[in-house]
């Protein structure tokens, strides 16, 4: 296995948060667009894992993940998405854009900048779809995936399609993004929008306070609203991406298959929007599982069952192993 390069990545302080952090000091790398806030655990010979979070939560939906897989041998990266906790973009003229395959050549390009020539991709929501998408795409650089709801791909000519009224409400969020009020909403209450989203969409979860305001500080991030609010417009064409990831958004309207090493997980009491698992078996052409975790796991599963997902990943990456 290759090293990992150790001169491309900084110790950042003031972003730690003031309560003891279960990941550690964390530390940033540059890529093409961003300067990427992350945590690392575990040895520098460790077989690399990449964790990734959804929205609206952040790189604490693994503070029991990363440290249980460092205790296995396992180097494990956990990165800040664009518009989340201490990652920054480097140019202000960049556009905030948040559309998936932005979001997923992030992932991709965070490799590159580490040298991580191959590595395991587990993530649930926001970050189950870009590591669905690297998975699909870059193949080569996956050794075996783990991800909640399964096959999450989308495009926009999808996202004209309406859905019937129960499936609609689901969405609310999304269509009240869409207008200047909603923007202007999120802005100003986009703890308490989080706050209800994290209950809405995980129903059994008793998390408290401390928990939400721990992950809560990371949508403090100077471009965390237009991030968001680009990403929901964008699923419904009132949003314009950028025209370098045209060729990889016209890939992903053709929905490609994964044919990594994938074990699908979803939570027994998810909330939020996802799909049934026989729709998207089918597109898993690897070996292929899907566990349902019980016990009332919502949404942030990574969170809500930590050794379960922990599980996942070990079981995924002995199936890759000939």
Same mark, same amino acid.
């Given at each position: 296995?290759?090293?990992?390069?150790?001169s491309?990545?900084?110790t950042l302080?003031?972003?730690?948060?003031k309560?003891?952090?279960?990941?550690?000091?964390?530390?940033?790398?540059?890529?093409?667009?961003?300067?990427? !806030?992350? =945590?690392?655990? *575990?040895?520098?010979?460790g077989s +690399?894992v990449?964790?990734?979070h %959804?929205?609206?939560?952040d790189?604490?939906?693994?503070?029991?993940?990363?440290? !249980?897989? =460092?205790?296995q *041998?396992?180097?494990?990266?956990? +990165?800040?998405?664009?518009?989340? %906790?201490?990652?920054?973009?480097?140019?202000?003229?960049a556009?905030?854009?948040?559309?998936? =395959?932005a979001?997923?050549?992030?992932v991709?390009?965070f490799?590159?900048?580490?040298?991580?020539?191959r590595?395991?991709?587990?993530?649930y929501?926001?970050?189950g779809r870009?590591?669905?998408?690297?998975?699909?795409l870059?193949?080569?650089?996956?050794?075996?995936l783990?991800?909640?709801?399964g096959?999450?791909?989308?495009?926009?000519e999808?996202?004209?399609?309406?859905?019937?009224?129960k499936?609609?409400l689901?969405w609310w969020?999304?269509?009240?993004?869409?207008?200047?009020?909603g923007?202007?909403?999120?802005?100003?209450?986009?703890?308490d929008?989080?706050?209800?989203?994290?209950?809405?969409?995980?129903p059994?979860?008793?998390?408290?306070?401390?928990t939400?305001?721990q992950?809560?500080?990371a949508?403090?991030?100077?471009d965390?609203?237009?991030?968001t609010?680009?990403?929901?417009?964008?699923?419904l064409?009132?949003?314009?991406?950028?025209e370098?990831?045209?060729a990889?958004e016209?890939?992903?309207?053709?929905?490609p298959?994964?044919?990594?090493?994938?074990?699908a997980?979803?939570?027994?009491?998810n909330?939020?929007p996802?799909?049934?698992?026989?729709?998207?078996?089918?597109?898993f052409?690897?070996?292929?599982?899907?566990?349902?975790?019980?016990?009332?796991?919502g949404?942030?599963?990574?969170?809500?069952?930590p050794?379960?997902f922990?599980?996942?990943?070990?079981?995924?990456?002995?199936?890759?192993?000939?």
């Amino acid at each position: 296995m290759a090293q990992l390069d150790q001169s491309s990545s900084t110790t950042l302080t003031a972003s730690s948060p003031k309560r003891q952090n279960p990941l550690g000091g964390l530390k940033s790398v540059r890529t093409e667009v961003l300067d990427v !806030a992350y =945590a690392e655990l *575990g040895p520098n010979t460790g077989s +690399p894992v990449i964790l990734l979070h %959804g929205w609206p939560y952040d790189i604490y939906s693994y503070q029991d993940v990363a440290p !249980a897989l =460092a205790a296995q *041998g396992y180097r494990v990266f956990v +990165p800040y998405a664009r518009g989340h %906790g201490g990652t920054r973009f480097l140019s202000p003229e960049a556009p905030r854009n948040a559309q998936p =395959a932005a979001l997923a050549k992030d992932v991709v390009e965070f490799m590159d900048a580490l040298k991580i020539k191959r590595a395991i991709l587990a993530g649930y929501d926001w970050g189950g779809r870009s590591a669905d998408i690297v998975a699909a795409l870059w193949p080569e650089r996956i050794k075996a995936l783990v991800t909640v709801s399964g096959y999450l791909i989308g495009s926009q000519e999808v996202g004209k399609n309406p859905l019937p009224p129960k499936a609609e409400l689901q969405w609310w969020y999304q269509y009240y993004f869409s207008t200047e009020r909603g923007r202007a909403g999120y802005d100003k209450y986009r703890r308490d929008f989080a706050k209800l989203i994290w209950q809405l969409a995980s129903p059994k979860w008793n998390f408290d306070d401390a928990t939400f305001a721990q992950s809560a500080a990371a949508f403090d991030n100077p471009d965390h609203v237009a991030i968001t609010i680009q990403n929901y417009r964008w699923r419904l064409s009132l949003a314009q991406g950028e025209e370098k990831y045209d060729a990889l958004e016209k890939r992903l309207a053709a929905f490609p298959p994964i044919s990594v090493p994938t074990i699908a997980l979803e939570g027994d009491a998810n909330g939020a929007p996802h799909p049934l698992p026989e729709s998207y078996a089918s597109k898993f052409t690897g070996r292929y599982e899907f566990r349902l975790i019980e016990g009332g796991i919502g949404h942030n599963l990574p969170q809500e069952a930590p050794q379960a997902f922990t599980k996942a990943i070990l079981d995924v990456d002995n199936a890759s192993k000939p």
